[in-house]
């Protein structure tokens, strides 16, 4: 008996392996008959004969063509199936890769919004999550807000005196009427610090800032900037509510910010403009090197009057130019010319700011902030950001005016000596500030017609004694400024007749209309005053009464 075949289990071979060529057939075999169905069993065809094979069962043909067709409906599966495969890893590789781009772009995202925070945590105080607000700034009585702007060099290696507040300045801002007031401080004010200084206790303004400097850091910086704001702010009688601390990094930043350049206008009182060689050192140190360097003449601030363009490095040195040192020109002055620049140089960064379109981008303005962070200090909260942004864009350059200290018929400083050593004083005397506190509350109140103080002349057409004197008693009262009254030439004139002469000083020409109930007369005055005269008031004899009855 032959060895029984086995089987694994859940599977029957078919038949036992056979010699190509022998005789199928003979002895019946139980196994041919088995089928998937044991109920149902196979039925046997007849051998056939093959030349060369010798005899072969039908059914081995059968199924011999069934796997040949089996294997051929398999084989577009097989090649179906490879050809699934590698889309089906690329659509895995494409998540994948967008998911890995994710972490990356988030990584970064999460690395800068670090550095933003923590540059934006120097510059500005309270929760950076602020920022999105937009709250207004705070103001004193008259709805102004008060910013001391202070300038040090501490970033300069080897320069003397790098804490001393070489730039010193007031900008004085109205939310609502969309104006600016720039005051410069002298930085050789002499002052009383109230405090043990380098100096004692009695030297210039601009050592106060490094005196109240107490420690290193931001939260040290704007305690200083709080107490110098305070202390401005007595001198000048004015609530100094903001603070804000700039060095030379600052300026070229800014400059480089608003595209590598600005203009400003030179204006001097010489001819030939401003040329201070106090900064040739940064042409060369020969003269053939200087002049080529630094055309035509060999001097790094040299400009004509009108016009000149600026990088952020001229910029930065116009800004410290006085004249100190031979030869030089246009800085007469010295101190108070250098400060004349420095409002010029910020009038030009915002315009240019304006005009290249930064202030209307907050990428651009949040940018700048991070690159300022190590830099620029203020006491601003996040919260008030965006407003000072609005402002800066929406105040414009002709509404931005300068309130000097030494110009006019009435200058509230002037120059002197101190114990051998050149200062700024009052006019008033040494530490007399009322001429000054005075010339800042006229110029910064509410009131128009207070703000202008343009002259009037009040004279009397009606034949009636004592009219213009009375009247302009009234005026007076009401704020306005009376320069003379008097009688007018002989003539006949309105009830009311008003000349206007120049231009400027639209509150009070619109407070006078209105007083008075007439629009200003054409041409000139029937009489010659003196330049500083803006207003001319006529008062002719009232109209006759109607006495006609209905």
Known sequence: MGKKQTSLEGFVPRRPKRKVGGTIGGEKNPEEFASVDNDKPEKKTAPTTLKGLGSIDRNEIDE???????????????????????????????????????????????????????????????????????????????????????????????????????????????????????????????????????????????????????????????????????????????????????????????????????????????????????????????????????????????????????????????????????????????????????????????????????????????????????NLRTTFDFKEFRTLVALAQEIKSEDIKSISLIDGDNPVMTTGSINGVSAVIPSAGVFNYDQLRALIKQKLSSNPVVREAAPIVVLNGSNVAGVATKESELLKAAKFTVSYAGDAPAGSYKQYTLYKIGSGNSGTSSKLQKRYGVKITKGDPPITVDSTIKFVLIIGPEPPKNTSSN
């Open 64 to 374: 011999s063509l069934n796997g040949i067709d089996d294997e051929d409906q398999k084989e577009p599966k097989k090649k179906q199936r490879r050809r699934l495969m590698p889309k089906f890893l690329r659509k895995k590789w494409v998540k994948l890769s967008l998911l890995l781009l994710l972490v990356v772009v988030i990584g970064f995202g999460i690395f800068f919004g670090i550095r933003a925070f923590i540059a934006g945590s120097n510059v500005f105080q309270g929760n950076v999550f602020e920022i999105f607000q937009t709250v207004p700034l705070k103001q004193d009585a008259n709805g102004r807000s008060n910013i001391l702007i202070v300038g040090t060099s501490e970033d300069d290696p080897g320069h003397q005196g790098a804490s001393l507040t070489d730039s010193m300045m007031i900008l004085s801002l109205n939310q609502t009427t969309k104006d600016a007031f720039m005051i410069s401080i002298p930085r050789d004010l002499y002052v009383e610090y109230g405090r043990a200084c380098n100096a004692g206790y009695q030297g210039k303004i601009n050592e106060y800032y490094g005196c109240a400097h107490e420690g290193t850091g931001v939260a040290h910086d704007r305690k200083a900037l709080t107490k110098e704001a305070g202390f401005v702010g007595k001198i000048f009688g004015l609530q100094v509510q903001y603070g804000i601390n700039v060095n030379y990094t600052v300026m070229r930043e800014l400059v480089n910010a608003v595209g590598g350049s600005i203009t400003v206008t030179i204006d001097s009182r010489h001819p030939n403009g401003q040329m201070d060689s106090n900064f040739d050192w940064k042409c060369g140190s020969s003269y053939a090197e200087r002049i080529k360097r630094c055309p035509p003449n060999g001097h790094f601030i040299d400009y004509p009057n009108g016009p000149v363009k600026l990088d952020a490095e001229h910029a930065l040195y116009l800004a410290q130019a006085r004249g100190d040192r031979a030869p030089t020109y246009g800085f007469e002055q010295s101190n108070f010319d250098r400060e004349k620049n420095q409002q010029k140089i910020i009038k030009a960064l915002r315009e240019k700011a304006v005009s290249v379109g930064v202030l209307s981008d907050f990428k651009k303005v949040s940018a700048i902030i991070d690159a300022l962070g190590k």
